[in-house]
Every structure is written in structure tokens, then in C-alpha cells.
């Protein structure tokens, strides 16, 4: 089996070329190429042939085929469903916004957290996403959009900290210099809450935002909606978010999707409160986006006004979420592999 030669960082490119005897400077040219997405060694012209060829017989270069491409009528976004080498596929948005270019990624095909209204877990985990396939949304997208992408959300399909040495992997790759260089702190990791990986996570001190989708204030409701709740409870989840943010020195961001009737009342939003009461955090108000095969609601407009206002009473920095990319299936917990592939045939 041929190595995912872009999977591996310039320290361990330079070391495998330099065990064929090669100069960490050919290294660094290869590198280059395959992060401006090269996607056969032929394309490296400033190679030797003979190099080239050598590559060709040890290494695989992964690439995303785009298998559909809907850009939304309203804002712009565009939604990207990608076939993998294996023949699966994983869906990618481009959202524009006036501070520049973001993508929403997923971390794998399928996901395994099982949350009741969300449409990426419907048909379970099929596989996890290896680095290269992570960092191929962002540079392929880039390159089909013909700007740059300045910010990425580890948002999509799939649960980021289910992969987190495939994600760790990934950062080190964007965010190197010689690489697409993106910022740790133009990076969110969004988790559903698997607190030894956010313990994982902070021990490693990297300035991205995390954001924890908490969605309810006691395990009651949590339990509910998020099956992760049975196995980390609200309590230890938001002892673990306390540490993160005094170990790291960055505020938490918490996703609270507003399903009507569920988590959306006044006294959520007071418990709400007192729970995240001491803790440098900022609430993100989510309108729940309609999945078919699910009965949950949004709640109404008047509602989360008035969710906004007991948190923002309280002294908690809270913003409601504009949501984009509505009339393509492209919003929050709509990404779903088996319907984009299904209409995509
Ligand atoms: N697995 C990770 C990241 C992917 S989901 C996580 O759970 O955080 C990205 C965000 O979208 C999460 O906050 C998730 O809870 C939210 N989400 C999922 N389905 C949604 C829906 N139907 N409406 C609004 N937000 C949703």
C-alpha cells in the first residue's frame, strides 16, 4: 500500500526524502506542491523526472472530486459534496462573510453521536477522515472558489474529537507556514461534549475557539436530545470547559440549538445562566433547522428574543446565529451524506 504522502507534515516528509537520499530542500518543494494541490508528481516540474518517478511508486496523492456544487440563491454559500479515494463522500460549505472566507468541514463520513436532530448521524458512522482528506476540502474549495480561505469551522459531519489525533494532524497541516498557513485562532473545533478529548485537547494549548454544542442546561433535557449526555454529564462537561478555558486562556463558545417546547423556556435560560455563571464563555443561539425525518421544531423568533435577553440580562455575552445556505440543505445539522449522494445520481 502506497503512503498518503499528504498526510504526513514537513518534518516527516524531510525525513522519509532524506532516507532516499534526498535534500530536505526537495522536500520543502514537494510540500509546497501538495498544498497547492498538485494532485500527481508529473504536475512538479522542478523535479527531477527520475524523483518524480520514485514518488509516484511509494506515495499516493489524495484528492477531492467535486460530485455536486449548489451555491445558495440567497448569500452565496456554497455547498460542496466531495468523492473521497474510497468512493464515499463528505459534504464542505463555503460561507462568505464581510471578514473574509469560511469553510465548514467534516471530520468523518457519518457520525456516531446519534443527536436527535441533527441529520449527519442518520446512518451512523461509516468511517473516520484521515488528515489529508481534511485538509483536501479546504484547499480544493479554495481552489474552486478562486479565493482565499481565511477560516475554517470544524463543523460539519462528523464529531472532530471522535478523530482528534486525525484532527490534531490536520491544524498542524493548514495552519503550517509552508502549508495553506491559516491561523489557530481563525480555527473552531465544535464538539458535542466528549470530555476526556477536551481534557486531551487543552493539554495541548492551541489558541483555536472550541465550541461545545451544550444545547440544555441539565441532564434532564440532555439526555434527551444527546445521547453523549448518558456517558459525560452536563456537570462534568462544563468542569471540563472550566479547566479548557483556564488552561488555555480562551473563552468557550457554546452552541444552544432553540427547539421549541424542548430547551427554549425562561427557566432554561436562568439555569442557563447560573451554570455558565464564573465562566469566560459566550452563548451562540442556534434557530433549530428543520430535518425531515425529525419532529423537532425551531421555537419562534419571540421566543429566543426573549432567551437572548434573561442571558444577556445576566451579564452573558450571547448572539443569535444567522443562518446561511437555508435553501440548499447547508445550514447547522443539515449536512447528510446519503441524501446529497442520492440526488447528486
Ligand atoms: N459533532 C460536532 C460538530 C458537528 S455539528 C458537534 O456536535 O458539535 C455542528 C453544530 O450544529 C453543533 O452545535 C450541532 O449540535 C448543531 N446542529 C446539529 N443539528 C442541528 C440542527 N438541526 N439545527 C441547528 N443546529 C444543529
Known amino acids: 500500500m502506497k503512503t498518503d504522502i499528504k498526510s504526513l507534515t514537513l518534518a516527516e516528509l524531510q525525513s522519509q526524502l532524506a532516507q532516499m537520499g534526498q ?29 518524480r518517478e520514485s514518488l509516484d511508486e511509494r506515495y499516493e496523492i489524495t484528492a477531492a472530486q467535486v460530485v455536486r456544487k449548489q451555491a445558495s440563491q440567497q448569500d452565496g454559500t456554497v455547498k460542496y459534496l466531495w468523492r473521497l479515494s474510497d468512493g464515499n463522500c463528505v459534504e464542505t460549505v463555503l460561507m462568505r462573510y464581510r471578514y473574509g472566507n469560511s469553510v465548514c468541514i467534516s471530520s468523518e ?21 484521515r488528515p489529508s482528506e481534511m485538509l483536501d476540502q479546504v484547499l480544493f474549495t479554495q481552489l474552486d472558489a478562486g ?9 460539519g459531519i462528523g464529531e472532530p474529537l471522535d478523530n482528534l489525533d486525525t484532527v490534531l494532524r490536520f491544524l498542524a497541516l493548514v495552519n503550517s507556514p ?13 464538539t458535542c ?46 468542569a471540563a470547559c472550566r479547566d479548557y478555558a483556564r488552561m488555555t486562556g480562551r473563552r468557550i463558545s457554546f452552541e444552544y440549538a432553540m427547539i421549541r417546547g424542548v430547551n427554549d ?40 428574543r426573549q432567551f437572548q435577553q ?36
Not at 207 to 216: C, E, K, N
Request: some cysteine.
Open 23 to 51: 535534500s530536505s530542500f526537495r522536500a520543502g518543494q514537494v510540500y509546497a506542491w501538495l498544498h497547492r494541490g498538485a494532485v500527481t508528481f508529473g504536475e512538479m516540474t522542478d523535479l527531477p523526472k527520475a524523483l
Open 109 to 129: 463520513v457519518g457520525c456516531p453521536m446519534g443527536c436527535a436532530f441533527c441529520a449527519s448521524t442518520l446512518g451512523g458512522l461509516v468511517r473516520r477522515l
Open 147 to 155: 479565493q482565499p480561505i481565511s477560516h475554517i469551522v470544524l463543523m
Open 178 to 190: 509552508q502549508g495553506m498557513n491559516i491561523g489557530m485562532r481563525h480555527i473552531s473545533l465544535s
Open 193 to 238: 461534549g466528549l470530555v476526556p478529548k477536551i481534557r486531551q485537547l487543552a493539554e495541548k494549548k492551541l489558541q483555536l475557539t472550541l465550541s461545545v454544542s451544550l444545547h440544555a442546561p441539565n441532564d434532564e433535557i440532555r439526555n434527551t436530545i444527546m445521547p453523549v449526555n448518558r456517558a459525560y454529564h452536563v456537570e462534568a462537561l462544563l
Open 265 to 304: 423556556s425562561p427557566a432554561c435560560a436562568r439555569l442557563l445562566l447560573k451554570r455558565l455563571r464564573g465562566m469566560p464563555a459566550h452563548v451562540n443561539l442556534i434557530p433549530l433547522n428543520e430535518v425531515a425525518e425529525s419532529p423537532l421544531k425551531p421555537s419562534s423568533r419571540q421566543t429566543i
Open 310 to 345: 434573561i442571558l444577556a440580562d445576566g451579564g452573558l455575552p450571547v448572539t443569535v446565529r444567522r443562518s446561511l445556505g437555508g435553501d440548499i440543505d447547508a445550514a447547522c445539522g443539515q449536512l447528510r451524506r446519503k441524501t446529497a449522494v442520492t440526488a447528486s445520481q
